[in-house]
Structures are given as C-alpha cells and as structure tokens.
C-alpha cells in the first residue's frame, strides 16, 4: 500500500471581487492584445469605473456579503497617473476598514515598477503585484512588441519580492519567436521567484490584433491543444515545488473573446484536461513504486473531477497504467491511497 499527497498548494478560500480597467495606464499595444474583446469594454473611463466600484462595493456592504479580495486587473495600474492609484486605494481601504475587503491586488507591467513606487504602494494598502511577464525570453518579447527585455522582467520580480508584497506572474507560451524549450526555461526562472500565484495563458490569434495579421499571412503559427496540454502539465508540478498557486490555465471565455478566436489552443476545459494530465504524471510515479497490480486506488473527492480528465479523456491512460475505473474509490479524506496484492 503507498499512500501520498497532491503537491498542489491549498486554493485560496476568499473571493475575488475584479475591478477592470482595459487598456488604462498601458504604454503600449501588443501583438496580441485583446482586452477590448476579452472584458466587452473599451478602453476605461477612469471616473465612471471609480463611481461604479464604489457604488457596487457599497450595495455589497449593505447587503452584508463578502469578503473580498479586490483585484484591479486589464490594464497598468502602476503606470496610471498617480493620483488614480491613490484614489483608487484609498477607496478599497475605506472598505477594507469596513470589512468587506480584506486584501488588494493589481497587475502591471514588469517595465512599469521600480522601487519607491512599490513602497508607496504598499504604504497605501497594496498587497500583491501581478506582473504580465509573458516571457523572460528577449526574442520573443521583441517579437511580440512588448518593449522590454528580459533582465527588465526578471529585475521586476525581485523589486516585488524585495517590497514585501505577495507576487503573481503571468506567462504566455507559445508567442512569436517560441521554440522548443523555451516556455520551460520561463517556467523555471519565474518559479525561481517562488510567487504566490501564477497564472499560465497559451497565446491566442484574436481578430483585429496584430498577432491575427502575422497569422493570416502565414507568419505565425500558435500552438496546437495538445502541446498545450502537455507543456502546461509540465509546468504545474514546478511551480507547485516552490508552493505557488497557478491560478488560471488559459483565458476565460469572457466578454465576446471566444467568438473572436481565430486560432490558438483554446478549450473551455483547458484547467480541467491539464490538472488531469499533472495528476496522471504524479499517479503513474508511485504505481511504478508498488511491487504488484493496483487492486484498488482511494481518490480525495476533491479530486473527482479531474482525475480522468475533461469528459474521461484519460481513462485509458489510466487503464494503462493498471488502474481500471471500477477499482476507483473516492474518499472524504485528504491523502491518494494505493493498494495492491
């Protein structure tokens, strides 16, 4: 009998209350943005989204929901005009000392940080960063027009980490210039970070991007689902080394983006298929440690569904590997339980 763990880090328990911000602050447009198409909005309108936030945040309060973990996310919030990041956290604190909000988090971008105005930041109530790597790769920054390099995203990371701030990343595989080896070269520097979460987002042809135009041309040629897959899987056991939580696998299909995808690896349970296949990996490694045939395989219920995968895609895998549906047990406990002869 082996019994063992999932080494993913446990889900955070609080609720994550966004506040998008499309296009605001941002110095550039990459190749492949979409945000006008990923949230539905166009570019912000900073006072009407300030009003709506306090409005909305205010009818929670009174109805006695939360709490929440507010996220400013779809644009760069450290490069906003600095009065605005001010009022925009001066807000959360006011219901933060409420009770309604309990933690703040912004995204921005690695060229876009420095080291007093993370201090200041923080100073104000900001609790955790998340920068839109992407890559650490040069080549592929260059190609994708994101005006920085390497040394810059890497640099970034160590000023959050240095500010006492939780840290997030966000990589984007599969961009112009990609090759073999490459994403996992990114995976490991960030997880040499040891960020609080990552979030992982396979690069998509979306109409009306630059990327769309390479690719119509015959410049540019995304991932395939099933390398997605794979590398990501891959992916996931390295980061949850280091304690990280990857929080999101692929974009969500909000606003009018999966109308608007033109090609790229997208599925509606990309997360589902690739937790799957990590869970595969780490099942097959302790069967090769049994010295006989599984008889019988308990599974924490938490992990139900995505044992054999999106839509029991895995179920020959599993097969292969000596584990047939019917010896499956789910179990309300926390630890895999192996049995054998």
Not at 92 to 112: E, I, K, M
Not at 151 to 180: E, N
Not at 266 to 293: F, N, Y
Not at 298 to 317: I, S, T, W
Request: aromatic share 10%; charged share 25%; proline share 6%.
């Amino acid at each position: 009998m082996i019994q063992f763990s999932h080494p993913e880090p446990e889900p955070s328990t609080t609720t994550i209350w966004p506040v998008f911000l499309p296009f605001a602050g941002c110095p550039y447009r990459c190749l492949y943005c979409a945000q006008d198409k990923q949230t539905g909005r166009g570019e912000a309108q900073l006072e009407a989204l300030f009003r709506d936030m306090q409005n909305d945040l205010t009818q929670a309060l009174e109805q006695g929901r939360g709490p929440y973990e507010l996220a400013f996310y779809g644009g760069t919030f450290t490069a906003l005009p600095r009065p605005w990041q001010e009022r925009f956290l001066e807000l959360a604190d006011r219901f933060r000392q409420a009770g309604l909000v309990t933690r703040v988090r912004c995204s921005t971008r690695p060229d876009c940080v420095d080291a007093d105005g993370l201090a200041a930041l923080r100073e104000r109530g900001l609790d955790l960063v998340e920068l839109g790597i992407q890559s650490f790769d040069d080549g592929a920054l260059r190609a994708s027009s994101r005006g920085y390099d390497g040394r810059t995203a890497r640099r970034a990371c160590g000023l959050v980490k240095a500010s006492g701030m939780g840290l997030g990343v966000q990589l984007l595989p599969g961009l112009p210039g990609d090759d073999r080896g490459l994403f996992r070269a990114d995976v490991d520097v960030a997880a040499a970070f040891a960020p609080e979460t990552a979030r992982l987002y396979p690069c998509l042809v979306i109409r009306g991007t630059g990327l769309a135009t390479l690719w119509e041309r015959g410049e540019y040629e995304p991932w395939p689902l099933a390398r997605a897959k794979e590398e990501l899987a891959e992916a996931l056991p390295v980061f949850w080394e280091k304690g990280s939580r990857v929080i999101r696998l692929g974009l969500a299909p909000e606003g009018t983006l999966a109308e608007n995808i033109l090609a790229g690896p997208w599925h509606p349970a990309l997360g589902q298929s690739v937790r799957g296949l990590a869970l595969l990996a780490i099942v097959r490694g302790q069967v090769a440690k049994l010295d006989g045939p599984v008889t019988g395989f308990e599974v924490p219920r938490r992990y139900q569904g995505e044992l054999f995968g999106h839509a029991g895609e895995l179920v020959d895998d599993y097969a292969a590997a000596g584990i047939r549906k019917e010896t499956v047990r789910y179990v309300d406990r926390e630890r895999f339980r192996l049995t054998t002869q």
